[in-house]
Structures are given as C-alpha cells and as structure tokens.
C-alpha cells in the first residue's frame, strides 16, 4: 500500500519524513489487529458493557501518547473522547465519531465465531466489523498516525499542535447507538456538547464502495431518515369462539363480523403495510441522477425511472438492484410504515376483545410528526379508526447535512485520489445513526467510513447479518483515506 494518494483539488495532505511506507505497513497491521481486538471484546447492546472497549481503546490512545476522558454516565456504558491539537488557525475542529455497542449475533448462520476476531480468507470475521468496529479502528489508527508524527516532529501529542494541522480532531466512540444512543451520543451531547463541537463530524454508514453496472459508486451518507414508533390498541368485544361472525373486521356497517380483534389488528396491519406514493427528497434526486449519469446509459434510464410511480418504477428496481437493494432504494423513496409486533388473544375458545400492534415508521427529511399522524389515520381508514387509539412512543428527527461545502469537498476529492474511477455521490439511510444527536448540536455529519468492497460484499446483507466481515483490502483502502480527508480539511 503507497502513502496517500494527492491530487490538485483541496490541500495536499503533508506527510512528514518520518512518515514513510514502513510505517503505513506497521499502521495497517496495527489496523487489523486493532479491529480483531475490538471485535473480541463483546459490547452485545443490550447489556452493552461498552466499558471495556473504552479502556481499551484508552489504553492504545495512551500508548500513543494522546490522553483521553473515558465516562461511565451508566453502569457498563462506556465512552471515549480524545483531542489531538492543530495550532487554532484553521477553525472550528474535526469529529471522528462511532460507536463501540453491536447488535446480537444469534447462533445458526455463522461459519466464524462472532466474537473470535478471526482472520481468515482474507477477510477479519465477527460482529460489528462493519457496523462499526472496523470504522473505530481506522479512526483510532487515524489518530496513532498524527500522534506519531507530533512525537517525530520533537512535539508533545499530549498539548503541541500537530505538525501542519490547523484544526483540532476529537476522536469519540461512544456506547448505545444500537438502541438509540441515549447511553452513549445522546448523554454527550446533552451534558458536554463542548467536547464534540465541531465543523463536521465524519461516522458510519456512507463511504462504501458500491459497484453498479460495472462503475464504482461511492455513496457518502449526507442524510437519515427519521422514525416514529407508534403502540396502536385496537379494540373489538369480547365473545365465545364457538359463535364467530362472517370474518370481517367488524367494522363499517357492512360486516357484522364479530369485532374480533384479532382480525381487526390484523386488517390494520395490511392497511398500514401498503407502500405509500414516492417523494423525491433532493438528496435522493441528486443520488440518482448522478448514479444514473455514471453508468452505462442503458442502466441509467432504468435507474432515472426509479424514481417514478407505479409498476414502471418497480419494473426499474427489479432490473438494476438485488433484493437488498431493491428494499432500501424502495425505502429511501418514501415513508415507509412497518406493522413489527402484534399481541392479541388470551386463550383458544375466546374471541379476543382487545390487541395491540407497534408501527415501525421511517420519514423521509421534510416529513413532520403531524404528517405522520394524518398519514397513519388516512391508512387505516375512518370506519376502522373508531376502534384504534394510537400514540406516539418515539420520535427521532430525520436529519440532512449539506452536500457542499469544505468538508463534502474534501471527502469526495479523497475518493476520486484514490479511486480515479469512482464517483461520490450525496446518499441518505433508511435507518438512524448517532447523527441524530449532533445534528441537534449543529454538528454536519456525514456517513464517512471509506472501505473497497468488492463485487461479493453485499454491504447491506452483512449489516446485521450472519457472517459479518471486512476484508483486509477494504481496510487497507479506507485507512489512507480517511487519513487524508483528516489531513486536507483540518491541514
Ligand atoms: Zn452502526
């Protein structure tokens, strides 16, 4: 692997002299092993138990000579926050942000021990080497790096500036993100949103290779949809299940049915499941077009129509994605509301007077809880509607940062040194990050985590997925990258 790559476009990074190929070797291996590391100390949220990981991680900063704050604002809940200096002329800092908590790995679909870090086939296995322990490592090598040459260059990382930086980078990993980030992002922000203040915060997500009709696309994650979850009871009455009525909902005047619950609940589910009508958010009209620009243009009329309604547009995602992605491009078109968990019924001889059914809502930038309330009372309809109470448990922001500006330049100038063939694009998540909660503090972040993947990584298959892994060549990519993104924005 060579030193960065530079281009004409923004600052050249500025590497010192102690800063050589020998180095960027020691870095990568570090790299790797860093992650197999992180992946062996089990952060499953719940319980979390991020702790350990924080330690860790404070441990390899000191090592380096950075000193670092570890919080523990919840037994178990872990975070880290560190601060490497650049000599204040530059600006407002840089944020490397992640999070140390996995989602569970249930047993059945694995080949690798999803705790055992294993190195194998060119791949680093186990939960969380995509989302998002490979993304923490990179960053912590990212900062060993800079801390190395501010002690090359007869410096102090510990207070001096380092060499040629102008900007502070705060490195913090924080607990919790998978079940919201209360824990972990969420406390920060609320108790010490001096700690992460920053220009642009760099996270999860974006930044991964895509490849489309054989050009590479290079999705930086610019916005996330927001999610309004909503506990819904519907009511029926109570009866003998020896006396059924016609098997209708029981409601409308038509059907006498037996307002049996449980068929209600369920009609409410089927209503609230249809796919609603696009909405072309300029982040996705963006996406898009210069997707569709970029490939073959075959392809790209097929993706243009995506866009659209109707069965062309779902002729369109048919043709040009997988089922993953067919689901997510779906998804990022519109609301989408997903009827997730149903309790109803008490024994097999009574009717059941009484359910309740959680809705999974995800809304697009733009949309408003009072949209999503109007939208969830049109769907189920008014004959229905007498027999529903809902209520809003939780509701996090959509958020949107610019796909311009210092920041965006320099991320999509690092990706075009690296990979001359690939186009950046501005893209959005179905799902939400911690960006959530810097958005509220004003901080622009950006889904940012460079890695190459190849044709076989199915990015979205292996989020969450069984047989979670990275290759060693993604990581190999993402480390100059993102080491470049740091030194041109923050040099
Ligand atoms: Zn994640």
Known sequence: MTAPATTGGGRAPRPSAAFDHAAWARAHDELIAGLRDLIRIRTVNPPGDEIRAARHLKALLADAGIPSTVVEPFPGRGSIVARLRGDGTGGAPLLLLSHLDVVPAPGGGWTHDPFGGDLADGYVWGRGAIDMKGMVAMEVAVMRLLAAETRAAGRDPAGDPVPGLTRDVIFASTADEEAGGVHGAGWMVEEHPDWLAAAGALNECGGVAVIVAGTRLWPIQVAEKGFAIYDLEVRGRWGHGSM?????????????????????????????????????????????????????????????????????????????CTDAYRRALRSMLRDTFSPDVLHVGTRHNVIPGAGALTVDIRVLPGTTPDDVARELRERIGEELWP???????????????????????????????????????????????????????????????????????????????????????????????????VRRFCG
């Open 244 to 320: 059924p009525g016609d098997g209708g909902p029981g409601a409308g005047g038509t059907a006498d049915g037996d307002a049996n619950a449980l068929l209600r609940a369920g009609e409410v589910a089927r209503r609230l499941a249809a796919s609603g009508s696009p909405r072309l958010t300029p982040v996705m009209e963006r996406f898009l077009e210069g997707a569709a620009s970029a490939v073959p243009p075959e392809t790209g009329a097929w993706i243009r129509r995506l866009a659209g309604d109707g069965p062309a547009a779902e002729a369109a995602l048919g043709a040009v």
């Open 387 to 485: 027999h529903v109470t809902a209520t809003l448990r939780l509701w996090g922001q959509p958020v949107e940062a610019r796909a311009e500006g210092e920041l965006w330049d320099v991320m999509t100038s690092a990706i075009r040194a690296a990979d001359p063939g690939g186009v950046p694009l501005p893209a959005m998540s179905t799902w939400a990050t911690d960006a959530k909660h810097t958005a509220k503090i004003g901080i622009p972040t950006y889904g940012f985590s460079p890695l190459l993947l190849g044709p076989d990584d199915q990015f979205l298959a292996l989020f969450h997925g069984d047989d979670e892994r990275v290759s060693v060549e993604a990581l190999r990519f993402g480390l100059p990258v993102l080491y470049d993104v």
